[in-house]
C-alpha cells in the first residue's frame, strides 16, 4: 500500500520532463547564426515576427557542435501547423497522423515540426509496446523529452545565438556518450529503430553508447521484426549512406542487430566469397560519400544482393531452363523476398534489375549486341558492377579491360576488337601464337590484361 502510493507520487516518468534547460550562450558553444541554412534561419524569424518560439533543433545542432556539416537544418515551434502555414507562404502539409510542415526557401526544404506533448497513459501502441500513435502537441520540454538521445535534444535559437540543452546532451557530446533520454528499455520499445538510431549515431560522431543505452539491445534486438518496413528501410538506407557503412555492419553484428534488418546480407556474410564482394562494394560506397560524390543505393544494393542471385540462378539453371529466363526467375525471387523487408521502391528495383540483367550481356559480343549494350542508360552503372566482379575474383579481368578500351575506341578499331573475338579471328589468333610459340595469359583478349586491370577505374 505504501509502496504503491510512493510510486504514484514519485513515479518517474519513462523520458523525464525535465522543465528547465541549461542555457548556453554563444560565447561557451560558439555557433554562430551565420552557421545554420538561410532557409532555417528565415524560418525561425518568420515564426518569431508573428511571436512564435522557433528553433533549429536536433541533429543540426548536434552536428554543428561536433564540427559536422549537418545533412539538413529542421526547426521545431509552438505554431501549430496551421499557424505555421500562415507565416509561410511556399509551404505546405505532409503527414497524416502527426503533420508537420515543408517550407520552401529557395532551393531548400525546411521541416517544421511542432512541439510534441509526452506520451499519455492511454497512448496507443501495438502487443510488443511500439507506439503506433504520437500526434499530441506539447510544451517545448515534453517535445525534448520525447527525443531519443540526449545529443539530440539541442535548440538553438537564431535570434539570441542560444542553446537550450533540456538533457545535459552538450556535456554528453564533450564526453563522448551517446545516451538516451528516459529508460532505454522503455524507449526502444516505443520505438525499436531507436535502436539502429543508437548504432548509426555513436559510429556517425565517434561517440561511445552509454553502457544502460548498449546493455538492453542484444535482448531486444527481435523487436525490429515488428517495425514495419517502409520505416526500417529508411532507417537501413540512411545507415547505408552514412559514409561509414562498413563500421555501422560491423557494430551491428557486434550488438546482434543484423538479423531482420537485411536477411539476405545476413545470408551473404556468411560466405566468404560474398563477404568480399559485399565489402568491396561498401567499402566503395564508404569512399564515394565521404569524397562527396552520389551515392547509388541501387548499386549498393545490387552488389548485396549480388551472391544471392547467383545462388537461385544457377539451380534453375539445373532444371534445364535457359540462362536468361533463368536469371530474371533468380532476380525477381530475391527482390520480391527483399522487398518485403526492405520496401526497395519500385523504381529502385527496376534499376538494380537493370544493372543484373547487363551482366550477361557483357559476355556475349557478337555482331551488333556490344553497341546495344554501350548504349543502354544503365551502361555505366553496370560496366562498374562488372568491374566489382572483377575486382572480387569472381570473373576474369579480361572482360572489363575489353570493355574500357571498347569504350574509349574509334569505330575501325570497334570492328577489329569484334572480329578478334569472331570465332574466325580466334582461329586466327590461334595460329598466331603458336607460331610464336608464345603462351597466353588470361583467356584471348591480349596478354596484358591483367596488368591493365589494375589501372580500371572504380565505381566512378
Ligand atoms: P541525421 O540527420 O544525421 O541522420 P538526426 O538525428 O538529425 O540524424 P533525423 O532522422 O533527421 O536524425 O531526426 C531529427 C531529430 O528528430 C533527431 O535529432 C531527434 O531529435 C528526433 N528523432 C528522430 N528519430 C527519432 C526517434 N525514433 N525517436 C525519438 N526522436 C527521434
Ligand atoms: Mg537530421
Redesign the pocket.
Known amino acids: 500500500m505504501l509502496r504503491k502510493f510512493i510510486n504514484r507520487v514519485f513515479k518517474r516518468a519513462d523520458a523525464p520532463v525535465a522543465r528547465e534547460p541549461s542555457v548556453i550562450a554563444f560565447s561557451s558553444h560558439g555557433i554562430s547564426r551565420e552557421r545554420i541554412s538561410s532557409g532555417s534561419r528565415r524560418v525561425c524569424e518568420a515564426l518569431a515576427e508573428r511571436g512564435y518560439k522557433a528553433y533549429v533543433?536536433?541533429?543540426?545542432v548536434?552536428?554543428l557542435l561536433a564540427q559536422i556539416a549537418?545533412?539538413?537544418f529542421?526547426v521545431a515551434t509552438d505554431a501549430t501547423p496551421d499557424e505555421v502555414r500562415r507565416c509561410l507562404r511556399r509551404s505546405r502539409l505532409i503527414g497524416r497522423r502527426f503533420q508537420i510542415v515543408h517550407a520552401y526557401m529557395g532551393q531548400e526544404v525546411v521541416e517544421i515540426t511542432t512541439f510534441r506533448g509526452a506520451l499519455g497513459e492511454d497512448a496507443k501502441t501495438d502487443a510488443h509496446g511500439r507506439v503506433l500513435r504520437d500526434n499530441v502537441f506539447g510544451s517545448q520540454a515534453e517535445d525534448a523529452a520525447?527525443?531519443?538521445?540526449t545529443v539530440?535534444?539541442l535548440y538553438f535559437d537564431p535570434a539570441t545565438e542560444q542553446i537550450l540543452d533540456y538533457h545535459h546532451g552538450v556535456a554528453d557530446l564533450k564526453q563522448k556518450t551517446l545516451r538516451v533520454i528516459g529508460d532505454p528499455k522503455t524507449r526502444y520499445r516505443e520505438?525499436p529503430?531507436?535502436m539502429l538510431?543508437a548504432i548509426?549515431?555513436a559510429v556517425?560522431l565517434g561517440l561511445a553508447i552509454d553502457p544502460a543505452a548498449r546493455r538492453p539491445i542484444r535482448e531486444m534486438a527481435d523487436l525490429l521484426e515488428n517495425v514495419p518496413a517502409a520505416r526500417l528501410s529508411d532507417e537501413i538506407f540512411?545507415l547505408l549512406a552514412s559514409g561509414h557503412a562498413v563500421e555501422c555492419l560491423r557494430q551491428l553484428h557486434a550488438e546482434g542487430l543484423h538479423r531482420g534488418t537485411l536477411p539476405l546480407l545476413d545470408v551473404v556474410l556468411r560466405t566468404p566469397e560474398g563477404e568480399r564482394f559485399s565489402m568491396l562494394a561498401l567499402n566503395d560506397a564508404d569512399a564515394r560519400v565521404r569524397q562527396g560524390k552520389s551515392f547509388a543505393p541501387c548499386f549498393l544494393f545490387a552488389a548485396l544482393l549480388w551472391r544471392e542471385v547467383g545462388v537461385i540462378w544457377r539451380r534453375v539453371q539445373e532444371t534445364g531452363e535457359h540462362p536468361l529466363p533463368a536469371l530474371h526467375q533468380a532476380m525477381n525471387e530475391i527482390l520480391s523476398a527483399q522487398g518485403q523487408k526492405l520496401a526497395i521502391t519500385r523504381r529502385v528495383a527496376g534499376d538494380i534489375k537493370e544493372i543484373w540483367a547487363l551482366q550477361p550481356r557483357f559476355e556475349h559480343r557478337v555482331g551488333r549486341r556490344p553497341y546495344s549494350v554501350l548504349e543502354h542508360p544503365r551502361f555505366r552503372a553496370a560496366y562498374d558492377f562488372l568491374c566489382l566482379r572483377a575486382r572480387s575474383g569472381e570473373i576474369d579481368a579480361a572482360l572489363p579491360v575489353w570493355w574500357l578500351a571498347f569504350q574509349d575506341a574509334d569505330t575501325d578499331t570497334r570492328n577489329q576488337m569484334l572480329a578478334a573475338l569472331s570465332p574466325e579471328g580466334a582461329k586466327r589468333r590461334k595460329r598466331r601464337r603458336s607460331r610464336r610459340g608464345g603462351k597466353q595469359a588470361n583467356g584471348a583478349e591480349g596478354e596484358s590484361a591483367a596488368a591493365d586491370f589494375a589501372a580500371l577505374p572504380e565505381n566512378e
Open positions: 533543433v536536433g541533429g543540426a548536434r552536428d549537418p545533412k539538413d529542421d520525447r527525443r531519443d538521445f539530440n535534444a520505438d529503430v531507436r538510431r548509426r549515431l556517425k540512411k
